[in-house]
């Protein structure tokens, strides 16, 4: 067995980029479902308008990297404009709907072939991060033993974690203010927030702007670590990766989102390099599992974990109970 | 001009596979192309594929089998032309962008997928035999004919899906994977133990339907009696849905295959449409049964228990209805009709461990634009999603035609957000 692979790869996991992006994600989603009660299924389409919008600034018309930035997170407030408008005035139910069917709609123009001119199809697109490189000050690789990082990796993972401080600061100081109050007021009695004279519909809307520019946030580092924008990572899946996240570490918790992508990703890389190694040496029996079938047991587990966690501990590692808004509708 | 003509999946290995997409194509070992050809949704076999490396010398050839699919192992990482050998191709079928000489790039621990659009070299449609090009008119009639036929197959699902939402609340993500239940149950009947398709279909549907109760029985009513919250009741559905899917790929694996009859059947003539004979009958069946549920929902006691219980469940219990035994009752029917779906849509589509899933949200969108909890709106929802999927071709893209449903969707909620036969409710 080798333990040192399957604990650094594990270990890896705990801090690297794809972590940081379902962190920023579920810190998003947090500020829609676990603060207001908003039942946004559609993260991850924040996330694609993100990275595709800096993508294509860059890698299609030419614009400089900081202006694809802007056109990103530009990108993700019109999203919320858009789902809003529509469904933040109906029950969550029909947000759900609306917001999982306006994501695959986007994951489909994407990757569709008449517009791959611009998107690149379901190839996706390369070459716009070369200008964010370039500003790396890491030289070498950090080797800690067991756990190793070359210098982009680094560079991404620094950038990344000075946005989860940002988010979280972000977040800690919103919802302690007045702002945050009406906003958790809303997630409790919608009606009696309305009845105090107080926009509700508007508050709804701001909060899905902050929460969808927060998680386009995860969206610029998924794409700049891969140096690539891919169509089928922004998948509906993403989102209930993201919503796993958030329940795991506990809905309206600062902190929860960024606990919950660590232990997730951990427990996740842990199983995924340790069945096949429990397979490559004889342990399992390969007429019981092969080596493919063990990438489908992660994912089984995950499932498993999620209804794990809603039936016996919904508030998740660090939540209230009572801040969990899952009875009304 | 149109550069990405080439289609193919999976550039970033670790990415598709921390997401699960790639899980099987990237554990394998070594560098390879693969690909599957198809026309019309159907596999073309026997098929040859020349790769050759940079320098130009071969690295290797592969041959399509009988479900379309060829693969070559590489060296390694590198640059790799890939050439399809036009003259092995059925007779009227050609590659639609004409380029049957790729040069792609293979990355490292890479299986990189390779997509040969194919097509036949008249006209894409049902019927390339025909010299002359089918007229505007055929082709408009023929989308409503496949309209009318893909919404009787959701129909089915989205009937099951609405009477679960209305008696029970639970907007159950995991209705998909009913689907997928009954297209599996009959292959596994139908393929591994060789039974007759009709007998495989009607035995996926039974089994369909214990596998609602049973879902019901230990999971879905234990959670009624804890109390659990509706939203929490959807979260829950959705972790369901993605740990029955990866079951079923842990079982099934990740390919699509098809039942072992009438995979391909001629169309017959049916004044102007050419239509297969399988296609009518699937109809058939799809309208008698939808027409005995509705039949027994609004003249049978149980049927007006159900609606009862859909309406008002603390009167219905008042009236001395048994809520449970009437939501286990609606799951054991949802189930049986998502699986005869399944069985259908797999008919035309080929069985597949994401097929419910990929299905699921237009079978939301027929329930939704119908009015959540109407089962009468589910059956009109599902055909205005059908044929909305279908006509919208004629001004999209073929590959956007979901696109264009669920932004029908959208619209519909926007200016009648109880649906097209919702009660008018306070739903806000």
């Known amino acids: 067995m080798n333990w040192e692979l399957i604990f650094g790869v594990s270990l890896e996991s705990l801090f690297n980029a794809t972590m940081i992006a379902y962190a920023l994600a579920a810190i998003g989603l947090n500020v829609h479902f676990g603060y207001t009660g908003l039942l946004n299924f559609g993260q991850s389409a924040f996330l694609g308008v993100a990275a595709y919008g800096l993508a294509m600034a860059v890698a299609t018309f030419g614009a400089p990297f900081w202006l694809g930035l802007v056109i990103g997170l530009l990108g993700a407030v019109v999203l919320a404009l858009l789902l809003g408008i529509p469904t933040l005035r109906l029950r969550a139910d029909y947000l759900a709907i609306v917001t999982i069917a306006a994501a695959e709609i986007i994951r489909l123009l994407f990757r569709s072939v008449t517009l791959s001119e611009w998107t690149g199809g379901s190839d996706g697109l390369q070459r716009f991060s070369d200008d964010f490189y370039a500003m790396n000050p890491y030289s070498s690789t950090l080797d800690l033993g067991i756990v190793s990082w070359d210098n982009r990796e680094l560079w991404v993972m620094t950038v990344g974690w000075i946005l989860i401080a940002v988010s979280l600061v972000v977040v800690f100081l919103a919802m302690r203010s007045p702002w945050g109050r009406v906003i958790k007021a809303i997630r409790e009695d919608e009606d009696a927030v309305r009845s105090l004279g107080k926009n509700v519909v508007s508050y709804k809307m701001q909060s899905l702007i902050l929460g969808g520019v927060l998680g386009s946030l995860g969206g610029f580092v998924i794409a700049l670590s891969n140096a690539a924008v891919q169509p089928d990572t922004y998948g509906t899946e993403f989102t209930f990766y993201a919503y796993t996240i958030v329940i795991l570490g506990g809905a309206a918790r600062v902190f929860g989102p960024v606990i919950g992508s660590m232990i997730f990703w951990f427990l996740l890389a842990f199983i995924n390099a340790l069945l096949p190694e429990l397979i490559k040496n004889g342990y399992i029996p390969t007429w019981f599992m092969t080596p493919t079938q063990a990438g489908a047991v992660g994912y089984v587990l995950v499932g498993l974990g999620l209804i794990l966690l809603l039936v016996f501990r919904p508030q998740g590692i660090f939540g209230d109970k009572k801040e969990v808004m899952l009875d009304g509708r | ?428």
């Not at chain 2, 990355?107 to 097509?119: D, K, Q, W």
Request: aromatic share 8%.
């Open chain 2, 1 to 428: 001009m149109r550069r990405a003509v080439i289609i193919f999946t999976a550039v970033l290995g670790f990415v598709l596979m921390s997401l699960g997409l790639g899980a099987t194509s990237a554990l394998a070992a070594g560098e390879s192309l693969q690909g599957t050809l198809a026309n019309a949704g159907q596999p073309v076999a026997g098929v040859k594929i020349n790769v050759s490396d940079e320098s130009g010398t071969s690295a290797g050839t592969a041959t399509s089998a009988a479900d379309g699919k060829w693969s070559v192992a590489v060296k390694g990482p590198g640059t790799y032309k890939v050439d399809l050998d036009t003259t092995t191709l059925p007779q009227g079928v050609t590659v639609t962008n004409g380029r049957p000489s790729l040069t792609l790039t293979v990355f490292e621990g890479n299986a990189r997928n390779v997509l040969f659009p194919l097509g036949s070299a008249a006209a894409p449609g049902s019927k390339p035999a025909e010299s002359e090009a089918p007229s505007q008119f055929d082709r408009v009639l023929d989308l409503i004919y496949t309209g009318i036929h893909f919404g009787l197959v959701i129909a089915l699902a989205a009937l099951g899906l609405s009477l679960i939402f209305g008696t029970m609340g639970l907007t159950n993500f995991a209705h998909g994977e009913l689907i997928t239940f009954g297209a599996l149950g009959c292959f596994l009947l139908n393929v591994k133990l060789g039974l007759p398709l009709w007998l495989a279909a009607v035995l996926a549907v039974v089994l369909g339907a214990g596998f609602g109760w049973f879902q019901d029985r230990i999971f879905w009513g234990w959670l009624r009696n804890r109390r659990t919250g509706l939203i929490g009741m959807m979260i829950i559905s959705i972790g369901l849905a993605l740990m029955l899917r990866y079951i079923y790929l842990y079982f099934f694996g990740g390919d699509t295959r098809q039942y072992a009859e009438y995979v391909a059947q001629p169309g017959i003539d049916v004044g102007p449409l050419a239509i297969a004979p399988k296609n009518l009958v699937m109809d058939a069946v799809a309208i008698v049964v939808l027409i005995a549920v509705s039949l027994a929902l609004t003249k049978t006691r149980l049927g007006k228990a159900t609606r009862a219980v859909s309406t008002n469940p603390a009167l219905a219990a008042a009236s001395g209805i048994s809520v449970d035994a009437i939501i286990r009752l609606v799951w054991t029917i949802g189930g049986a009709l998502a699986a005869l779906s399944g069985v259908m849509l797999a008919l035309f589509q080929g069985v597949n461990y994401q097929m419910g899933f990929q299905v699921l949200l237009l079978v939301f969108a027929a329930v939704t634009l119908g009015g959540l909890g109407t089962a009468f709106g589910a059956l009109v929802g599902s055909l205005v999603v059908g044929l909305a999927t279908q006509l919208s071709t004629l001004w999209i893209p073929t590959e956007l035609k979901n696109v264009g449903a669920l932004v029908v969707l959208i619209v519909i909620i926007l200016f009648r957000p109880q649906g097209i036969l919702g009660r008018r409710e306070r739903i806000g």
